[in-house]
């Protein structure tokens, strides 16, 4: 109600729609402060249950990832001894789960936001488990496909992730730190799995040896399970599937490269077993040869990472590729004895685990702070596809050679990958940073 300025009468507005609208904006704006997410807390960087959730995912780490890197350990066994003449048939066990391991990388941010963390690895936990006992009991190769193959890398799947996710959150000054002791429990693991693993070979047997890492996995995840807390609730509204990365060119190139990378990385592992066998090394030095190239990787990915903070990440991925590369087409593809294999698998171990650790340091980088996890949800999916053909490839390679034993001709078909995977980061290195080779980047 106003005044009119002529009669001094009260006239009466119709502004009904201006305080409609003015009302609405009101309740509207009501309804967002009730239902405002309370702010989230910052990482504490330290405390008690901070180093607790790094120890469980160290665990998580270590017993799903462990097993990936002492595969080959266990496919050599196979193939002499328990499956004898079907390499390429029991690569497939192999294959299957180093690319189910990362199928859950697209939609693990939406499963989060329903379902907490630690549920999701107490599933790990008797998945995993389970895979192993079942594994112990079977009597054909198809049914490794569906055990040590498929329940053992999904598995393995949902404790990546939810591992991952941990230290990240907790930590930010020392999040490098965090995520590198997290990493390097594949290293670990791997070693403790194959010596084990060597051991009850020759003792007590293949079915036993699976037992006891299935023990062990359950123990080692049970723990993961019960430390791995969240700092903050998980989003709300969360697509199924995030595409937005995928329309960031840089992240393109990285996701070629994290591509690329995977159908060669686990081919060291899951061979220089069994090259050590066609070369006649001892049993012990079989192993042995494996176990150490896990622990190469466990110092080298925390190792390589320190450096990359004084030479840049986007420079340390590029050379990294480079010697994976001269160690296979230099070192491997012309070993006869046991002292150039000790050569390879210590320059392959520190190179090698040193490339997968920066082609992760990067992904922050590339997609930012705030896309970080679908990121390296997307970036490990990649892995999937490298991961269920490489190998098979490599053992077509290998039987189709003179004798059905042409690893030389499998070991330069790693050697290219690295150096196409050198050249992609390369590539993406300058576009990051520009031409100045001196350039911290």
């Known amino acids: 109600m106003a005044l009119d300025e002529k009669t001094a ?19 509207t704006s009501d309804n967002e402060s009730t239902e405002e997410e309370l702010p989230l807390r910052e990482a504490p960087d330290g405390g008690l249950k901070a180093w607790l959730v790094v120890v469980g995912s160290f665990c998580g780490f270590f017993a799903s990832q462990g097993y990936g890197y002492s595969w080959g350990v266990f496919f050599d066994e196979l193939n002499a001894n328990v499956y004898p003449g079907q390499m390429t048939e029991l690569s497939w066990i192999g294959s299957l789960w180093y690319c189910l391991c990362n199928i859950t990388g697209p939609f693990y941010i939406y499963m989060a936001s329903k379902v907490d963390d630690r549920y999701i690895l107490a599933t790990s936990c008797i998945l995993s488990c389970l895979a192993m006992m079942l594994a112990s009991i079977t009597n054909a190769v198809w049914q ?34 965090a995520v590198g002791i997290t990493m390097a429990a594949s290293g670990a693991g791997g070693l403790t799995f194959s010596y084990i693993a060597g051991a009850c070979f020759e003792t007590i047997g293949y079915e036993w040896a699976l037992r006891i ?69 001892d049993p012990f030095m079989r192993s042995n040869l494996s176990a150490i190239m896990s622990a190469v990787m ?32 230099a070192v491997w593809v012309t070993a006869t004895s046991a002292g150039s294999m000790w050569a390879f698998v210590v320059l392959y171990g520190l190179f090698g685990g040193g490339y997968i ?36 490839l490599a053992s077509a390679i ?36 520009g031409y100045k080779l001196n350039k911290r980047v």
């Open 9 to 27: 009468e009260p006239t009466i507005i119709n502004d009904s729609h201006k305080l409609e609208s003015e009302f609405s904006h009101t309740s």
């Open 144 to 177: 490794l496909y569906i055990t040590q193959g498929i329940m053992s890398g999904f598995g393995a799947s949902l404790a990546w992730f939810s591992c991952m996710r941990g230290p990240q959150m907790w930590f930010s000054k020392r999040r490098g730190l």
């Open 213 to 281: 890492l299935g023990f062990m996995q359950f123990a080692l995840l049970a723990v993961a399970a019960a430390t791995c807390w969240r700092l903050n609730p998980p989003k709300k509204n969360v697509p199924i599937v995030d595409i937005q990365d995928l329309k960031n060119k840089k992240f393109l190139v990285l996701f070629f490269i994290h591509f690329i990378g995977n159908f060669a990385f686990y081919i060291p592992s899951g061979f220089v077993p069994s090259y050590a066998r066609y070369l006649d090394l």
């Open 298 to 329: 466990f110092f080298g990915k925390i190792s390589v990472g320190f450096v990359s903070d004084y030479v840049g990440r986007f420079n340390m991925a590029v050379i990294c590729g480079l010697m994976a590369c001269i160690a296979h087409l």
């Open 357 to 392: 650790a920066m082609i992760t340091a990067v992904i922050t980088e590339v997609v930012g702070v705030d896309r970080i996890e679908s990121g390296t949800g997307w970036a490990f999916f990649a892995w999937c596809f490298g991961g269920l053909l490489g190998q098979p």
């Open 398 to 433: 290998v039987e189709g050679g003179n004798n059905g034993e042409d690893y030389r001709g499998a070991v330069i078909f790693a050697g290219c990958l690295f150096f196409v995977g050198a050249c992609a980061a390369a590539v993406l290195r300058v576009v990051q940073g």
